[in-house]
């Protein structure tokens, strides 16, 4: 059961939030400057600082971007981008490559060049920098505030804050950017301001069927007009039976998504927080889902003509939430919450105008949700719940950890018996001890809880790949090291019953045939991790090799050998002799450098065996040199 504490913070990421935002200076002072960059910049951008803050504000009116070809073949970032977003293609390797809408993408490259130079001239003078945008200037200012971010990552010496915050803007990109922007943590850098029946955001959800196309050009070029020259919007009504069958199309495309018990497989999604305003106050949501689900169930309220007025009214939006945010809401005694769980939906749904209100006694007032229904109100409380599940992978995490220092009895029993086979008389050390006595009732003990490990990080990887863990949780430093030492300790058992059972006969050797995935994931873990090489030489060996696919070498490197004992063919067997020599330096140079266990070095240990046979077989060479006439002194010769 909940307590009442946490209760009350179950609504801390809609309502709240979206007070806080409308608390401070930021929703207004970026509306003020897309409001000036829609009337007197068209297609362009103004740059304006504000004490320690620079603002940079994209107009709307900027070519329409909205073809057909662009919609249903987005551009591979990576193809198109000239490595201006390289720090985000890494996340998205083994996925479905990012794709972002190919017009938005190239209306931002054709501004990118005046664009650098105004950053460039912004650096070491002001602190934070807000890039906003409304409409299609929402898009170019999304790139631009990625691409800011995707620079600063690489400049250690800044610490410069950036925001993006968007008013009426499309989607940009799908699966893959969300994902990367979400492993960079950088969700929280983008705040997208969504008004109740604006059409703009939402089509991009839709399957924007080409019949479809000239009426959202239309319907834009309306927009570009109606920003120079406001008076024009009352020719909304005139538009909007042009655009109704689209209105139709989005809205029922948007109900199947919101319905769908899993988020769809969407071309586009969302990314970052969406500030949903109304005329009754705002609330913050960052889960998909529940974004999607809210986009459906406002969009729903409203008609034709609603969905092309919204997109030009965020500035009466943005100026209400920002002088009410402090009204008290309260209510009638006899419909007082039972719990503050409940009262935090019910404000939430206040804050959405998705109530159901009593019939407007006065017949001069317009009903208000007059096609609000029983059930959608449903789907709202659903909604606002779901996007709180987005704190369980945090949760998740934490009871995670309980689990992990629950199997570290397994883990201590392997180190255990390290430490035995590293210490007994035989001198063949942790690696060989394993594979020559697998079967004994110790053998069979560490065998056990090998198995149990691999299930414990088996079901990490599993949760992390179906979102049940936070997106940085790879990042987190418990949680590499954690796996770094499990994968140093655990992995030259793996090899040794690789081997040990013959698999290498039947597969190949390990690391091309039977390393595990989990292995390899963690190596990327270790890999990405932002911290600076140690320079510091080790004073003794290290208690784990540092390559945990050593042994998986020797053994590899064993079968070379005994190929060029037997091989005649001259340039095969010349191939092979560089192969070993290459083996022999690296391993040298991991014993010169500490970062190899004392079992590398045990007496009859598998690597010590294999040097004494090679040192045998260069001494052989010196003696005979015809039978390898293409060696001198032990060395490849031309």
Same mark, same amino acid.
């Given at each position: 059961m909940e307590t009442e504490t946490s209760c009350e913070n179950k609504f801390e990421m809609s309502e709240t939030l979206a007070t806080f935002l409308a608390s401070t200076p930021l929703l207004e002072e970026a509306w003020r400057l897309c409001s000036i960059a829609d009337t007197s910049f068209p297609g362009a951008y103004l740059v304006q600082q504000i004490g320690s803050v620079a603002y940079v504000a994209f107009s709307g009116r900027l070519a329409d971007s909205g073809s057909d070809q662009s919609c249903e073949n987005p551009a591979r970032l990576d193809a198109e981008d000239g490595g201006l977003f390289a720090p985000l293609y890494r996340h998205s390797e083994a996925e479905e490559p990012i794709r972002l809408h190919g017009g938005m993408l190239r209306l931002f490259l054709s501004m990118f060049p005046s664009l650098q130079i105004q950053i460039a001239s912004l650096l070491g003078k002001v602190k934070s920098v807000v890039i906003t945008g409304h409409s299609l200037g929402g898009t170019t200012a999304s790139l631009s505030a990625l691409w800011l971010l995707c620079q600063l990552r690489s400049m250690s010496s800044t610490t410069m804050s950036v925001l993006c915050i968007t008013f009426g803007s499309p989607l940009l990109g799908n699966e893959a950017l969300h994902r990367s922007i979400l492993h960079e943590r950088w969700g929280g850098n983008f705040c997208h301001v969504v008004s109740k029946h604006d059409i703009m955001p939402r089509l991009l959800f839709a399957d924007v069927v080409p019949k479809h196309i000239s009426k959202i050009h239309t319907l834009i070029n309306f927009w570009h007009h109606c920003m120079a020259a406001p008076h024009l919007t009352s020719l909304s009504s005139q538009l909007a039976d042009e655009v109704k069958d689209t209105f139709h199309c989005v809205l029922k495309d948007l109900e199947l998504l919101a319905q769908a018990e899993e988020p769809s497989e969407n071309v586009f999604?969302?990314?970052g927080s969406y500030v949903f305003c109304c005329q009754e106050g705002a609330i913050c949501l960052d889960n998909v889902a529940s974004v999607i689900k809210m986009m459906y169930l406002m969009l729903a309220t409203g008609s034709p003509r609603c969905s092309i007025e919204d997109h030009l009214k965020y500035g009466d939006y943005v100026g209400k939430v920002s002088k009410h945010f402090l009204r008290a809401r309260n209510f009638h005694e006899q419909d007082l919450p039972d719990s503050s769980y409940e009262a935090g939906v019910a404000l939430a749904l206040q804050s959405t105008e998705l109530v159901i209100k009593e019939p407007v006694q006065d017949p001069s007032l317009p009903a208000q949700n007059s096609s609000l229904r029983k059930e959608d109100v449903i789907m709202a409380k659903d909604c606002l719940q779901m996007a709180q599940d987005g704190n369980k992978p945090n949760q998740t995490a934490a009871n995670l950890a309980i689990k992990l220092s629950? &199997?570290?009895? +397994?883990? *201590?029993? &392997?180190e255990w018996y390290k430490a035995?086979?590293?210490? *007994?008389?035989?001198?063949?050390?942790?690696?060989?001890? +394993? !594979?020559?006595?697998?079967?004994?009732?110790r053998e069979s003990r560490v065998n056990m809880n090998r198995h149990k490990l691999a299930g414990f990080w088996n079901s990490v990887i599993h949760m992390l790949e179906n979102n049940k863990l936070p997106h940085d949780f790879h990042r987190r430093e418990k949680w590499v090291n954690a796996s770094q030492f499990y994968k140093l300790l655990v992995e030259p058992l793996d090899i040794a019953d690789y081997y040990r059972t013959g698999m290498h006969r039947e597969r190949g050797h390990y690391i091309k045939h039977g390393r595990e995935r989990r292995y390899e994931i963690f190596d990327k873990w270790w890999r990405d991790r932002n911290v600076p090489e140690e320079e510091n030489k080790r004073s003794k060996f290290a208690s784990l090799t540092q390559d945990s696919c050593f042994w998986a070498k020797v053994e590899e490197a064993r079968e070379w050998l005994d190929n060029v004992r037997?091989? @005649?063919?001259v340039k095969k067997r010349d191939l092979l002799w560089h192969t070993i020599d290459k083996f022999e330096q690296y391993a040298r140079k991991l014993i010169e450098n500490k970062e190899?266990? &004392?079992?590398?070095? *045990?007496? @009859?240990?598998s690597f010590s065996r294999w040097m004494e046979d090679?040192?045998?077989? !260069?001494?052989q060479v010196q003696? +005979?040199?015809?039978?390898?006439?293409? +060696?001198?002194?032990?060395?490849?010769?031309?």
């Open positions: 999604w969302p990314f629950k &199997i570290v009895p +397994f883990r *201590a029993e &392997i035995c086979c590293d210490e *007994a008389d035989d001198q063949m050390g942790y690696y060989d001890s +394993f !594979k020559l006595k697998g079967r004994s009732k037997s091989e @005649n063919d190899v266990s &004392i079992d590398v070095l *045990a007496k @009859n240990s090679w040192k045998e077989l !260069k001494s003696q +005979f040199p015809p039978r390898f006439p293409g +060696f001198v002194d032990g060395e490849v010769v031309p």
